[in-house]
């Protein structure tokens, strides 16, 4: 693997330090007391809602850039576009609503056949 240039290198390591900023509060609040979720995910769909959000926090926390603005931004919307439809997922299995039954539907549509449009230009451009 080559090194990264340094304008790159300085690029991400400025990123991930944004990034542990942002997200030191959220950390010391779900450890408070040993409670493990946020205020209001005690319901089997809030909890549902906030498993989904670790899990792309945590795959965009950990994604390796690769210094291409284009594979990148793929990279990072990709498990963005994956929480979409598992919190959707979680709704239809929760909610009650028919508009908001309706939207996540569309949303689970819409966000797979992006993953699928994502997961095809990145096979195309030779990343994963």
């Known amino acids: ?62 994604a390796t850039m690769t210094c291409d603005p284009d594979k990148d931004f793929i990279i990072m919307m990709k498990p963005h576009h994956q929480a979409a439809v598992e919190m959707a997922q979680a709704y239809l299995k929760y909610g009650k609503d028919p508009m908001v039954t309706k939207m996540a539907k569309d949303i689970i549509a819409s966000q797979n056949d992006e993953i699928a449009a994502m997961d095809k230009w990145m096979k195309e451009k030779g990343g994963k």
Request: net charge positive; hydrophobic share 45%; charged share 10%.
């Open 1 to 62: 693997m080559k090194p990264l240039p340094l304008a790159c290198a300085l690029t991400m390591a400025a990123t991930l330090a944004g990034m542990l900023t942002l997200s030191a509060p959220a950390l010391a609040q779900s450890s408070h007391s040993g409670h493990g979720t946020a205020s209001g995910a005690a319901s089997p769909a809030g909890e549902a809602y906030m498993k989904s959000m670790k899990v792309m926090d945590n795959a965009m926390k950990t």
